[in-house]
């Protein structure tokens, strides 16, 4: 009967216990803080996803989110389309650009040849052989669809 007793006791204890241990650790967060925190993954994603691409796709996105942040976007420029051709070396360093077509906007041509040689170097190590020669040797094509804020 003792044994019982010591039994219930003991469940009881531990049940509080754990109920106690959950309550403290539990942590409601805001919004902002979800965001914030998803945001810091995102980046910490990107960073190492983007450190050396594997496949083409990958590479293209690095490129474009590299190149973003360099590339301010003007109200003239909306509605114009330029395609820059560019050579890489074995780094991913610009060795040369020539514009192959555009709307003649003279603005938006700097302004992507610009941020282009600002956002390098753009990573090939990790690419295929096949990727590697087409990535090496590209045309991009800019074409603003909204201001940059």
């Not at 077509?101 to 992507?112: D, M, P, R, V």
């Not at 600002?118 to 295929?128: D, E, I, K, N, W």
């Amino acid at each position: 009967m003792k044994f019982c007793i010591f039994l219930i006791c003991f469940f009881l204890v531990a049940c509080q216990s754990t109920v106690q241990n959950d309550s403290t650790v539990k942590k409601e967060y805001s919004t902002e803080e979800i965001y914030q925190i998803f945001e810091k993954n995102i980046e910490r994603y990107r960073a190492k996803l983007y450190q050396e691409p594997e496949s083409l796709r990958i590479w293209v996105e690095m490129v474009r989110y590299r190149f973003e942040p360099h590339y301010e976007v003007t109200q003239e420029m909306l509605g114009h389309h330029v395609k820059i051709k560019i050579i890489l070396n074995d780094k991913g360093y610009i060795e040369y650009t020539e514009i192959i077509s555009s709307s003649g906007n003279g603005a938006l041509n700097q302004a992507a040849d610009k941020a282009l040689k600002l956002a390098q170097p753009f990573v090939v190590s990790g690419l295929s052989a096949k990727d590697k020669k087409v990535a090496k040797n590209i045309v991009l094509t800019f074409a603003p669809e909204k201001e940059s804020t």
